[in-house]
């Protein structure tokens, strides 16, 4: 045999024995799994998701009978019952009204009465126009089957025109199929600012 064969006759032998050697190491000298893996959920957390049913990320959605659009979610929804409507934690709406413009609403908590179709926003409830009005309130209850809501106590906007406080508000239409209006009663006191009302 010349040395040509015999060198390729040691190297088929050598470099499938190297290779093994080398990958034996990579799992040899890896490092170990660790077993224990902690879950990323504090103790509250847990009590608090195990204590009763629970919905994470509830989300409602539907379009009215004129084309507006109307979403409603939640942080998480306890479920009710005999006693009481379903809760809602970091509740919001959003209305998208099929003749342009939107309403964005947002409050603390909430419930939700599906079978009366109404949400209720309780705890710094604030309802954002597109036409650039901000009104604060404690309470509305809002209609999930068409554009309407009250605001039974005292509300406060400010917009465009200046500060305005009020006694209670509605959303609604005045005729079917008509424009959305935001109608303040009860003692409502306008604040007008003209420069603010140029910008």
Same mark, same amino acid.
């Given at each position: 045999?010349?040395?040509?064969?015999?060198?390729?006759?040691?190297?088929?032998?050598?470099?499938? #024995?190297?290779?093994?050697?080398?990958?034996?190491?990579?799992? #040899? #000298?890896?490092?170990?799994?660790?077993?224990?893996?902690?879950?990323?959920? =504090?103790?509250?957390?847990?009590?608090?998701?195990? *204590?009763?049913?629970?919905?994470? =990320?509830?989300?409602?959605?539907?379009?009215?009978?004129?084309?507006? /659009?109307?979403?409603?979610?939640?942080? *998480?929804?306890?479920?009710?019952?005999? &006693?009481?409507? =379903?809760?809602?934690?970091?509740?919001?709406? /959003?209305?998208?009204?099929? /003749?342009?413009?939107?309403?964005?609403?947002?409050?603390?908590?909430?419930?939700?009465?599906?079978?009366? +179709?109404?949400?209720?926003?309780?705890?710094?409830? +604030?309802?954002?126009?597109?036409?650039?009005?901000?009104?604060?309130?404690?309470?509305? &209850?809002?209609?999930? &089957?068409?554009?309407?809501?009250?605001?039974?106590?005292?509300? /406060? =906007?400010?917009?465009?025109?200046?500060?305005?406080?009020?006694?209670?508000?509605?959303?609604?239409?005045?005729?079917?199929?008509?424009?959305?209006?935001?109608?303040? &009663?009860?003692?409502?006191?306008? #604040?007008?600012?003209?420069?603010?009302?140029?910008?």
């Amino acid at each position: 045999m010349d040395g040509y064969s015999r060198l390729v006759a040691y190297l088929k032998v050598l470099l499938p #024995l190297t290779a093994l050697a080398l990958m034996s190491t990579v799992f #040899l #000298l890896s490092r170990g799994v660790e077993t224990d893996a902690v879950i990323p959920f =504090a103790q509250k957390d847990l009590k608090d998701r195990t *204590s009763g049913q629970q919905i994470t =990320a509830p989300f409602f959605s539907g379009t009215t009978t004129q084309g507006d /659009e109307i979403m409603v979610t939640a942080q *998480s929804a306890r479920p009710g019952g005999a &006693n009481g409507p =379903a809760t809602a934690i970091d509740l919001q709406a /959003e209305i998208r009204m099929a /003749e342009g413009g939107t309403i964005h609403v947002s409050s603390d908590i909430g419930e939700l009465r599906p079978e009366k +179709e109404i949400a209720s926003f309780r705890g710094d409830v +604030e309802i954002l126009s597109s036409d650039g009005l901000r009104v604060t309130t404690q309470e509305l &209850n809002a209609a999930l &089957n068409g554009v309407k809501a009250d605001s039974p106590g005292p509300v /406060e =906007a400010r917009g465009p025109i200046g500060t305005l406080t009020a006694g209670a508000m509605e959303i609604d239409t005045k005729t079917e199929n008509g424009p959305v209006h935001m109608v303040f &009663n009860k003692g409502v006191k306008l #604040l007008y600012d003209p420069q603010q009302s140029e910008r």
